[in-house]
């Protein structure tokens, strides 16, 4: 079998001498997210142990031309006799041989300095197809051949045979001081790419939440177009239907005109309230209830920074409890999976039965919601997860969230007491100023300033919270109504259009 094997491997280098082996260039710019070029950084092929640098316009490239056997005679020389590899050298440049059953298991691999010989008879010890790997400095070939005698010739392109070894494939490391090091797995070398690197932040971590004016953080929408398919369209907005615990629900979305699926747009949740739908926030004719879409809050998004989505009741256009809240939480994965939005602001908003409903989002969905605001809140006609280990207290998840609360103290349907003594506090309790271990503390022994007039209002900002959950109460001498307003005629509901809830609440989710 071995002088089988090696007078076939000497025909098989001499029809190697004729081929050409292959070769790659590898082109890439390097970014930032936004499309500017980053010079200076490291680009690493980890396998080849090559590396190069981004130049001015984030640019960089490999290439390598490997030749042939033929071509490299002034480096050396080689030939096989008997099964015998006899090689020479002129330079330093190793002599590498490998060779490989065709599982890709490796039976032999040797590196050579020098001159000197191999006896490559010993290799082979069962009948079959074989690769041999031949490389001397630069110029590499190799080589299909049967222990059998019948010989395959040069299989330089087989990319099944080569891949089992190690063909083209690589892996490309970037880095650049201010960037998070991105590696990237090459199937194949002879390709260009555009690489994006994202910056490190700088930005404090906590045990849970944000820090203010933190990065956005992109939704697996973004740079995507929806999928959503539409079941009607109204004057500002489209209707949609989705499908939660075998029941369909509907919901309003309104984009801005100029929505950028690469850009991540703030979420606002509108809920409604009883004797009302989700409807009439996206077309409705003007009232002290529906003054503007959205709680007023569209009209203030100047540049489009929002996208607005109004949720529907049930049947009875009342929220009934938990399963609203799973119809909530599964509307946002919808939104973010099919839109551009980020993630750490979302905001919902409601007034009477859907105030209530969103103080019961506010205490469940903390992990989703960054902030919420509440007109005529009250603690009752809300569903809450039970803590397990106290069936008696209802926040099971004991975490804080930015709240804000707007209440008339003359109203009648909504208690303003109750809302300040048990909805207020129920937040507070846990909103306290972060401890050295990063668990929130009690601050509902601070009690709110309150308003004690017939005209205006007083907003009050607490200050013994965690200043990334703060907590406003704004009080004013009215009823039930959230479009408050400073005039003093406030009980006949007029001067609505005059509202100035909408502008607070805006600065209030534009904080964050």
């Given at each position: 079998m071995g002088k089988s094997?090696?007078?076939?491997?000497?025909?098989?280098?001499?029809?190697?001498?004729?081929?050409?082996?292959?070769?790659?260039?590898?082109n890439g710019t390097v970014t930032t997210n936004d499309g500017k070029a980053i010079q200076g950084a490291d680009v690493k092929l980890l396998k080849r142990n090559k590396a190069t640098s981004t130049d001015e316009q984030g640019k960089?490239?490999?290439?390598?031309?490997?030749?042939?056997?033929?071509?490299?005679?002034?480096?050396g020389g080689f030939s096989l006799s008997n099964g015998v590899l006899n090689f020479t050298q002129n330079g330093n440049s190793p002599v590498q041989v490998k060779m490989f059953d065709m599982v890709g298991n490796q039976v032999f691999a040797q590196t050579f300095q020098g001159t000197g010989s191999?006896?490559?008879?010993?290799?082979?010890?069962?009948?079959?197809t074989y690769l041999a790997r031949i490389k001397l400095g630069s110029a590499q070939e190799t080589i299909r051949f049967s222990a059998s005698g019948n010989y395959k010739g040069s299989v330089a392109q087989d990319r099944t045979a080569l891949m089992k070894i190690d063909g083209e494939q690589d892996t490309l490391s970037i880095e650049k001081e201010g960037f998070v090091t991105k590696k990237i797995f090459l199937p194949k070398l002879d390709t260009t790419l555009s690489i994006k690197l994202d910056e490190v932040s700088s930005e404090q971590t906590f045990k849970f939440g944000y820090a203010l004016k933190n990065e956005p953080r992109m939704s697996k929408g973004c740079g995507k177009n929806s999928s959503l398919n539409s079941t009607g369209t109204v004057e500002n907005g489209k209707k949609y239907n989705l499908n939660v615990g075998g029941k369909n629900r509907t919901f309003f979305i309104t984009l801005p005109s100029n929505y950028d699926n690469t850009k991540p747009h703030k979420l606002l949740i509108a809920n409604h309230c009883m004797?009302?739908?989700?409807?009439?926030?996206?077309?409705?004719?003007?009232?002290?209830?529906?003054?503007?879409?959205y709680y007023g809050q569209q009209k203030l998004d100047k540049n489009g920074d929002y996208i607005f989505v109004a949720p529907q009741g049930n049947d009875n256009g009342t929220w009934n409890g938990k399963e609203d809240h799973q119809f909530v939480d599964e509307m946002i994965t919808t939104m973010f999976?099919?839109?551009?939005?980020?993630?750490?602001?979302?905001?919902?908003?409601?007034?009477?039965?859907?105030?209530?409903?969103?103080n019961s989002l506010a205490q469940d969905l903390q992990e989703r919601l960054r902030a919420v605001a509440v007109y005529a809140t009250a603690d009752y006609n809300i569903w809450l997860p039970a803590n397990s280990n106290n069936p008696g207290r209802y926040d099971a998840k004991d975490l804080p969230i930015a709240w804000m609360g707007v209440h008339g103290k003359r109203d009648g349907v909504c208690n303003y007491d109750?809302?300040?003594t048990s909805a207020l506090p129920r937040i507070l309790k846990r909103n306290g100023k972060a401890d050295v271990n990063g668990n929130f503390t009690d601050a509902s022994s601070e009690k709110p300033q309150e308003f004690n007039g017939k005209a205006g209002h007083l907003c009050y900002d607490f200050k013994t919270v965690d200043e990334r959950f703060p907590v406003k109460?704004?009080?004013?001498?009215?009823e039930h109504q959230w479009t408050a307003h400073d005039g003093s005629n406030t009980s006949t509901g007029q001067g609505w259009q005059n509202t100035w809830v909408p502008e607070e609440v805006h600065k209030f989710f534009e904080q964050f």
């Open positions: 094997f090696s007078s076939l491997f000497s025909a098989a280098v001499i029809a190697a001498m004729c081929g050409t082996a292959s070769a790659y260039t590898l960089f490239s490999f290439h390598e031309t490997t030749i042939g056997i033929a071509q490299a005679r002034s480096a191999v006896d490559l008879n010993s290799v082979i010890e069962a009948q079959g004797g009302s739908k989700a409807e009439d926030f996206v077309h409705h004719t003007p009232d002290y209830d529906h003054p503007t879409p999976d099919n839109y551009c939005i980020d993630t750490t602001r979302v905001f919902a908003t409601g007034f009477s039965f859907g105030a209530m409903f969103t109750r809302a300040k109460w704004c009080s004013w001498n009215g």
